[in-house]
């Protein structure tokens, strides 16, 4: 950790039902959801809400759905890395879900932050002049016509920042993470 991690605390965890909604969060939900630059989901917390809900990529649902089969099957946690980024700073988390008599434990702990110099394209923009800038869900690489960038080689590329206003994010998840993830699955 270094003192960029003001608006970044170690981590939070929450709990999700059977049926993937969450239930309850811990007190450090509300300071990460601001330190991550999302202030309209604390407090309250979207209690009874699907966590799937908030995915708007299929590829990445199913990823997610295969996690918990995993768990569920197995009766044992899983965990696996992931950037979870803000406007200032690079999150690197470790996300585990751990079986739960009725549902599951889900908790992010950051391992270590990094300034981050495109996070300015991660607030999105309100204006549809752009078609939606795709971005990976698990290591926030940027989808350019079939290859994936890094954020800041990305940005320069597309003009991003000398074009009025920023494009609209949506949600994938590139080949390398995706076969990562499906190696996580498979552990069995």
């Known amino acids: ?20 909604k969450l239930i309850a969060v811990d007190d450090a939900w509300s300071a990460f959801a601001i330190g991550n630059g999302t202030p309209e989901l ?16 299929p590829t990445t649902a199913q990823v997610y759905r ?11 946690p899983v965990t696996f890395p992931i950037r ?12 585990s879900i751990t079986p ?10 950051v391992r270590r932050t990094e300034p981050n110099p495109g ?16 971005v990976c869900s ?3 690489k940027v989808d350019m016509d079939g290859g994936w960038e890094e954020l800041e080689v990305a940005v320069p590329k597309l003009y991003l920042l000398e074009a009025g206003p920023l494009p609209t994010l949506t949600h994938g998840i590139c080949e390398e993470c995706l076969e990562r993830m499906e190696a996580v699955v498979e552990c069995a």
């Open 119 to 134: 996070g300015a394209v991660l607030q999105g923009g309100s204006s549809h002049t752009w078609p939606m800038l795709r």
């Open 66 to 76: 295969d996690l918990y089969q995993r768990v569920r099957s197995t009766g044992r």
């Open 100 to 109: 739960r008599p009725a549902g599951f434990r889900m908790r992010s702990t």
């Open 42 to 57: 604390p407090p309250p917390p979207p209690l009874g809400r699907s966590v799937l809900g908030a995915i708007s990529d």
């Open 1 to 20: 950790m270094n003192d960029l991690t003001m608006d970044a605390p170690a981590g939070c965890g929450y709990d999700l039902d059977v049926d993937l």
């Open 138 to 140: 698990w290591c926030k």
């Open 84 to 95: 979870c980024d803000s406007p200032r700073l690079r999150r690197y988390l470790d996300i």
